[in-house]
């Protein structure tokens, strides 16, 4: 079992800046992908960004590419969304999610974290 944890989430007026941090427990992610979604209001959830564990490598939503950055620490068994540059449309509730195997943009993944809520005025 993995158990994930955001934090970081707020308020913050459009081009400001938001790091969320997704801690996990109870498993080391070496053989995991670990993905953040997001669900505006009244909206299905949707793909922002995913990376790879074990080779870092990443994948991004045409929305927030070259505004959002997900990154690692293995130390922390934690993973990082720097989201800059942020609009309105990015207001969402935002979930980190990990499973096993190769990455997906569909929400088909094992484990889920309570999400944390990204508010962005204009």
């Known amino acids: 079992q993995v158990q994930l944890v955001e934090s970081g989430g707020g308020l913050v007026q459009a081009g400001g800046s938001l790091r969320l941090s997704c801690a996990a427990s109870g498993r080391a992610l070496r053989s995991y992908v670990v993905a953040w979604f997001r669900q505006p209001p009244g909206k299905e959830r949707e793909f922002v960004t995913v990376?790879?564990?074990?080779?870092?490598?990443?994948l991004y939503a045409d929305s927030v590419k070259g505004r959002f950055t997900i990154s690692r620490d293995n130390a922390k068994n934690t993973v990082y969304l720097q989201m800059d540059s942020l609009k309105p449309e990015d207001t969402a509730v935002y979930y980190c999610?990990?499973?096993?195997?190769?990455?997906?943009?569909?929400?088909?993944?094992?484990?889920w974290g309570q999400g944390t809520q990204v508010t962005v005025s204009s």
């Open positions: 990376i790879s564990w074990s080779s870092g490598s990443t």
């Open positions: 999610a990990a499973r096993t195997g190769g990455y997906v943009t569909d929400p088909l993944y094992d484990y």
